[in-house]
């Protein structure tokens, strides 16, 4: 075979293969990328707002992997003025400052989204410090009055809608509750001042960028199962109070120190 | 004979009546105290005299002039008109008279005035209707009894069918009228003079009564019910009565109730229904044997025994945005017992923990789908592929569900339709879409569904009842994002929403939204797996999230078979009848995909509770599917049932069930009301007769009717002429005033 028809025969063979293989199924996995779930991150003025840039991320690769919910890898960011945000049910926020005072335009999207059924996590980044929590306590008194904020109670089924988690922790251990806001018998907010995006942020070279507050690694793990079972929290709602997931997890319950 | 009169009246032209006169008065009162007040000012008593009559003057004609007293001449004339008699032949009037009956009395008296009149009368009957009978007809055993007594309605429709030619009504009745809004006043507007004879008196009937039977029509299966009963007695009837509630021939309780002092008595019976379905109860009491009325002594009622709540299987692939605002819905409506199951981990994801740790349970295949499968009203598959949970062995346990009447739902996603295998499946046979097998059968383009045009009536979307409004809402709902694509349409299966741009391989417009049946159960296949969008994202732009809801709930009653969104439907007027009565049924009648059956004509049969065919009544149809159809219920106390089918024959599309009393209402309470005859007669002028041996000879009756021929109306103080006074008096006032040294 000369080199001018080997050339010829493997453009013919690129050619036919490339024809072939595509028309051949390309493998999906959702009827659509924006059907999966976006773990989307708040934008918001002042406050360090990008102070976990890569939190979200995270937790979207960590719920991917561990189960069976489709998440987007490349969570998006949204702000609560946006017309976008009523897209996906799902918002982050984190910070680790006092910022100044949402727009009424932010304090009306933000009582929407959760009215019309949307999940708000918001993860205090510096809980050592009061800023951002005082910020924040602010804008939840206007969008939903003061004393929205409730403690949420040890049993509650997010300790056990996919884990079975003992007390929430994140990069710090205390305080040992959530706090949360609740609409229509649903947790439509929670708010953690345990630096839950601290414990899930990696750097550039993938090393973990925050120690936890123990040293232990087991505590991170603890916060990657607290992250996850708020996501499949907002998903499944009370779905582990069903009756019939009682006795499973009676049982389970007592047999745990 | 004809004679005219002139008959007057007063009234105010002033808008507001009597108390925007009284205010004007006390108005210009006012105004006469400040004249006088200020008038003191001055010195000579013959000026001040003559200021306070000015004011007092100018005052008394603003008056007139604003109250405008009026004049109102009536020119009438009295005509006299024929003569009517009215016989009640309502089932009460069979109750005995001393030898006779009440109806063989009326009857009796009628025959005597008819035959004694010199100018002979009308004569009608009247139950809930007017009948004219002849004198050759009138007669007890030729009058068809009516199982209502109505008689504000008989005499104005009598009204109405002479005109003015009626000089009088003599009605002729027991009295036993039990309508609630009946009010003998309002009879005045008549116009015509009614003369009433009473036949029977209020002296108690030695009767004891099943008055009144209050129960709901629906009941819960295995859920506690209950059923009041109002028993009646004669006050000479001391000892408790005892009432029984029974089912066929099974007695489920008895009761005794205590009589007050009013001689009635409530008594509560609680029992369970343990059988699904319609079906006639009955209470009744003893009956002693001087009983004037043995036939209200019983009484029955039917109750239609559901579920207390729907029990609905939810089964997701995996936890999504779709998956949990519809689990959030149904869990919502308390009217649903929910059983949910999420695929929350398959075999490839790696959770990091061990089971102890976990809370997941196994997925409970065989207990669901080979145990409790039939307890379930509608199963839902959103998003699931059965292959990984060898559920491939309960598919065909799925299918036989459906087929004998369950309900089956799948919703759209990676892991549903052809995209989850279920190609070829028992599954595929019951849906209403025809499955696309390999390849791509996935679509990830944004699109708003389209309603499709003959759909627009279906109740699953019909959001709002206006088409045009409906096709609206559905476009003004946020985009669906992605669809699984299917083949087509299984055959008599039907798209209400449809894809504005894929075409399916028939090429019509790809199903987004289709339903069907599959024997005697119903399916719906979504495509999409984003309908929250429906919801919060529509939401976000409208400001309303109740399309989601709207949508679902309707599609929830539809697969579930919920009787008002049925697409025929045949409505009885009442569900108790006595015997012989007349029953009056509406019908809308439509085909499975809920177009109208007509114009045509139909065929209403009523059955006994054997299924046989006791009358057939043709019926019209109009081009909306709308008909009425009227007929008499047979004489025995049963349980019946009407069935209406195409006149050439076919499958019953429509039944409604009743139940014929021995008593019913017209003898719940049968005694006689002459006190409500003399009412009637004083309302409208006529005369009241006790007992028929009261009643002259019809010539000797007043029957002269009223007509007015002209209306003058004088207003003396509404001229021009009266102004003008008013306007000098008050001139003269003012002119005095200032002459006299006030302002």
């Given amino acids: 075979m000369t080199p001018r028809l080997l050339a010829a025969s493997l453009c013919v063979t690129w050619l036919l293969a490339w024809l072939v293989l595509g028309a051949l199924p390309t493998p999906v996995r959702a009827i659509g990328e924006r059907t999966k779930v976006n773990l989307r991150t708040l934008d918001y003025a002042g406050g360090n707002a990008t102070s976990r840039p890569t939190a979200a991320k995270r937790l979207a690769w960590e719920v991917r992997q561990r189960t069976s919910v489709e998440t987007n890898l490349e969570p998006t960011r949204v702000r609560l003025s946006d017309a976008s945000l009523f897209d996906s049910p799902f918002v982050y926020m984190s910070g680790t400052e006092a910022f100044p005072p949402f727009s009424e335009a932010e304090v009306q999207g933000l009582k929407r989204f959760v009215d019309f059924g949307g999940f708000v996590v918001i993860d205090d980044a510096a809980p050592e410090e009061s800023g951002f929590d005082a910020s924040v306590r602010r804008e939840l008194g206007r969008a939903f009055g003061p004393g929205a904020l409730k403690h949420l109670p040890s049993a509650h089924v997010i300790y056990r809608s996919f884990y079975l988690v003992l007390r929430p922790v994140g990069r710090v251990e205390a305080p040992d509750y959530l706090e949360v806001i609740e609409q229509g018998g649903r947790v439509a907010l929670v708010y953690s001042r345990h630096d839950l995006g601290g414990a899930f942020e990696r750097d550039n070279l993938g090393n973990y960028a925050f120690p936890p507050s123990s040293g232990q690694a087991e505590q991170r793990e603890m916060a990657f199962r607290l992250g996850v079972n708020l996501v499949l929290y907002a998903l499944c709602l009370d779905y582990k109070d069903d009756q019939v997931h009682a006795p499973f997890i009676m049982r389970r319950w007592a047999g745990r120190p | ?743």
């Fill in chain 2, 1 to 743: 004979m004809r004679e005219h009169l002139l008959a007057s009246s007063f009234r105010l032209g002033v808008p507001g009546g009597n108390v925007a006169a009284a205010l004007v008065l006390v108005a210009l009162l006012v105004v006469v105290v400040a004249g006088w007040r200020e008038h003191q000012q001055i010195d000579a008593l013959p000026r001040r005299l003559l200021l306070n009559l000015l004011r007092m003057l100018s005052a008394g004609c603003a008056a007139l002039l604003i109250v405008q007293p009026q004049w109102l001449g009536q020119n009438v004339e009295q005509v006299q008109g024929r003569v009517a008699l009215l016989l009640d032949a309502s089932r009460s009037m069979t109750v005995h008279l001393g030898d006779s009956t009440r109806l063989a009395t009326g009857v009796g008296l009628m025959q005597r005035a008819f035959d004694g009149a010199a100018q002979k009368p009308l004569v009608y009957s009247f139950g809930d209707e007017i009948t004219q009978v002849t004198r050759a007809a009138l007669s007890d055993n030729k009058l068809a009894l009516s199982d209502e007594t109505r008689i504000e309605h008989a005499l104005r429709a009598l009204v109405a069918a002479q005109g003015e030619d009626l000089g009088a009504i003599v009605l002729v009745s027991d009295g036993a009228d039990r309508s609630p809004s009946f009010a003998a006043p309002a009879l005045k507007s008549l116009g015509v003079r009614v003369h009433s004879v009473a036949i029977g008196d209020e002296a108690e009937l030695s009767d004891v009564s099943i008055k009144n039977v209050s129960a709901d029509q629906v009941a819960f299966l295995r859920q506690p019910a209950q059923v009041q009963v109002t028993v009646r007695a004669p006050a000479s009837h001391a000892a408790p009565i005892r009432v029984t509630l029974r089912k066929g021939t099974d007695v489920l309780g008895e009761v005794a109730a205590e009589l007050g002092p009013d001689g009635t008595a409530t008594a509560t019976l609680p029992f369970t229904p343990t059988q699904l379905g319609r079906a006639v109860y009955s209470v009744s009491v003893p009956t002693d044997p001087d009983d004037a009325v043995p036939a209200n002594n019983e009484r029955s009622f039917l109750l239609r025994v559901t579920r207390e709540r729907l029990r609905v299987l939810l089964v997701c692939g995996q936890p999504s945005w779709d998956a949990r605002f519809l689990r959030a819905f149904l869990k919502g409506n308390p009217a649903i017992d929910l059983i949910t199951f999420f695929i929350l981990r398959t075999q490839s994801d790696n959770s990091m923990a061990p089971p102890e740790e976990l809370s997941l349970i196994p997925f409970p295949t065989q207990e669901l789908f080979e145990q409790h499968l039939q307890s379930f009203d509608l199963v839902i598959f959103q998003d699931f592929e059965f292959g990984p949970y060898q559920m491939a062995v309960y598919l065909p346990r799925i299918h036989d569900y459906v087929v004998s009447g369950g309900s089956f739902a799948m919703l759209g996603g990676e892991h549903s339709f052809g995209a989850g295998g279920y190609v070829g499946t028992p599954i595929a046979e019951i849906l209403p879409v025809r499955l696309a097998g390999g390849g791509r059968n996935l679509d990830e383009g944004e699109f708003v569904p389209r309603v499709v045009d003959q759909a627009t009536h279906h109740p699953v979307i019909e959001l709002v009842p206006r088409p045009e409004d409906n096709r609206a809402a559905w476009q003004s709902v946020a985009p669906l994002l992605g669809t699984n694509l299917v083949l087509g349409l299984q055959q008599d299966a039907q798209a209400l929403l449809v894809h504005p741009t894929l075409n399916s391989d028939s090429g019509e417009p790809m199903p987004v939204l289709a339903v069907g049946s599959a024997g005697r159960g119903r399916t719906l296949a979504f495509t999409s797996d984003a309908s929250y969008r429906f919801s919060i994202t529509t939401a976000g732009r409208l400001g309303d999230a109740s399309v989601y809801e709207r949508f679902w709930d309707r599609a929830l009653r539809w697969l579930v078979r919920d009787p008002l969104l049925d697409p025929a439907q045949l409505t009885s007027d009442r569900e108790r009848y006595g015997p012989g009565a007349k029953l009056r049924a509406s019908l809308w009648l439509r085909d499975p995909h809920y177009r109208p059956l007509g114009p045509g004509l139909f065929r209403v049969a009523l059955l006994d509770d054997h299924g046989k065919a006791l009358q057939e009544v043709p019926v019209e149809i109009d081009a909306e599917g709308r008909g009425e159809v009227s007929l008499t219920v047979p004489s025995a106390a049963a349980a019946y049932k009407l069935v209406v089918h195409p006149e050439a024959g076919g499958a019953e599309l429509a039944q409604e069930v009743f139940v014929v009393e021995s008593g019913g209402d017209e003898l719940a309470d049968p005694r006689a009301r002459p006190a409500l005859l003399r009412e009637i007669a004083e309302a409208t002028g006529g005369s009241f007769y006790a007992s028929p041996a009261e009643m002259p000879s019809l010539d000797r009756l007043e029957c002269a009717r009223t007509r007015v021929l002209s209306v003058a109306v004088h207003a003396p103080f509404g001229t021009g002429w009266f102004f003008a006074l008013f306007v000098a008096v008050f001139g003269a006032e003012w002119w005095m005033r200032r002459r006299f040294g006030l302002r």
